[in-house]
């Protein structure tokens, strides 16, 4: 068996497969369920500037240091920061975010396998006009159903396993047969459906409409609570601190252009955001069904509803959907290569053997928040579920802790020489706003970050009567959350919708006469705020 410093990762043939592959490692469900309501809400188009700056300003810069961290090192983020420390001769704490992307990866690979098995039930569903009635109820209650329904949890989990075999098949076939092909094919296709799907909006909906919800400017509308919002977004969106743009740099060919395909796939992914966004609300207007609607209840009940009434809505509800599986099997894939790639290195295993140990590892782990939402959700500790614990360690502890570590090291553990021969030819500016972004604003931005994220997520456990020690002092929520619909399936429920001036949105369901209680399908509390 070769050295794990010797065991050759693989290589993409072509330079656009860099692009394609990061495109769809970036555009994740966030784009879809997170920013249209947060452009709504935060002022429009300077939203839109604002998180546009955010990205080109502190993230695009973190992202070209994974990148270029790979590229230099032609290995995967555990090897890479591990010869780059060495090198350096930095102190081994440094390492940590090798090892440390891969668990973050590997946890948000796993819950995000079942939103996948989700998303592939509900094209299912719009295929057969299960929407057909439009009305929210019946859309809750076919979501509780598939998800919270302690009775049908099997069903879920054939979904899951589905979706997830689709990952595993991908990657099973290898770098070039397998991941490079399907990316080219899968993110292409998809942009293609969300064009011909924003068309049917712009003919059937208002498109004027949508593009004064996202696109312009209200000034009254924008504040420091939209700065904040922007900043956790662009944090997000972009897929850092999981080893992905680490493995896609060691990818890349010799003669991709690795700074300039980054810059395009920041700006790609603003564009097509917005362009969900102006969709959403083309069609949703007059409906009012989209108003202050996000997360899991924008995408798997307000958008089925606002798109029953539509003509052909069982076509057009079915597209939605597969275009939304596009996208999340893309981030999929991404993921599952960064941990592949590790394993394949540390071990020098055979690919095949490799993503079936792996995809029986998420498959499992995925299982456990599967069933966070059926028969395990009376269990819980600290007031939390076993999905939620693994979302806030993934997003409030692991994906900053990465961030933070290789920035910090980037921007002091390397000498300027070093980097600079890292980085290759760029603008004298772009050095600049690399290097101090890198060793003061990325850190404490993250931190930041990674804090508001922790507490906020603790504080909503408090909410569900969590008698854990960080809720005995009396004080006031961290972040305000604006309240999603509640929504209950008995024949004498109402639609219940409380307007907080904050964040954040909850749905719940009792869908059973024979069953004494249903836990509620996952609200917007209950989804790690990148969703990838």
Known sequence: MSSKYQTSIGSFTRKSTFFWASVGATVGLAN?????????????????????????????????????????????????????????????????????????????????????????????????????GGNAAEATEILADLVS?????????????????????????????GVERSLRMIVPGGLVLMLGLFGVAATHGQLSSGVDSILVMRPKEFGLESVQAAFFHAFFTLGLGVGVWAIFGAYSTSHTRLKRSLLAVVLM?????????????????????????????????????????APFSQVVIAAVFLAVMLVVWATSIALLESVVAWFREWTGAPRTWTVI?????????????????????????????TYRWIELIAGGVL??????LVATFAGWGLTKRYSAGMLGVVPALFRKVWLWSMRLVLPLVVAWI???YTAVSLANLCENGNAAVWCSTNQGPVAEEPVEPELESDS?????VGEDSGVTTSTKAS??????????????????????
Not at 37 to 60: E, N
Not at 154 to 160: D, L, T, V
């Open 32 to 132: 879809l369920w997170q920013f249209p309501y947060l452009a709504s809400v935060h002022g429009g188009g300077l939203f839109v500037l604002a998180y546009l700056v955010c990205l080109l300003a502190v993230t695009l810069p973190l992202m070209v240091t994974e990148a270029v961290i790979g590229r230099h090192s032609r290995h995967g983020m555990v090897l890479a920061m591990d010869g780059l420390v060495k090198n350096a001769g930095g102190s081994p704490v440094w390492r940590l975010a090798g090892p440390l992307s891969i668990l973050a990866s590997f946890l948000v690979l796993s819950f995000t396998a079942v939103f996948g098995g989700i998303v592939v039930a509900y094209i299912f569903f719009g295929a057969t006009d299960s929407f057909g």
């Open 149 to 177: 329904s302690s009775g049908r949890y099997r069903e879920f989990m054939g979904w899951h396993a589905f979706f997830l075999l689709l990952v595993l098949w991908v990657s099973a076939r290898g770098v070039v047969s």
């Open 269 to 309: 992914d603003t564009l097509i955001a917005i362009v969900v966004g102006v969709m959403m609300f083309s069609v949703a207007s007059g409906s009012g069904s989209l108003d202050g609607q996000h997360g899991f209840g924008l995408l798997f009940v307000s958008l089925p509803v606002t798109l029953a009434p």
């Open 357 to 385: 140990i792996v995809g029986a590892a998420v498959w499992l782990v995925g299982l456990a928040s599967l069933f966070s939402f059926n028969i395990w959700s009376e269990y819980s500790l600290g007031g939390a579920t």
């Open 399 to 404: 994906i900053p802790t990465v961030a933070i």
């Open 450 to 452: 990674g804090v508001q």
């Open 492 to 496: 004498e429920s109402q639609d219940e």
């Open 511 to 532: 869908t059973s006469e024979d069953v004494n209680r249903e836990q509620a399908a996952p609200g917007e509390e209950d989804i790690l705020y990148h969703s990838v």
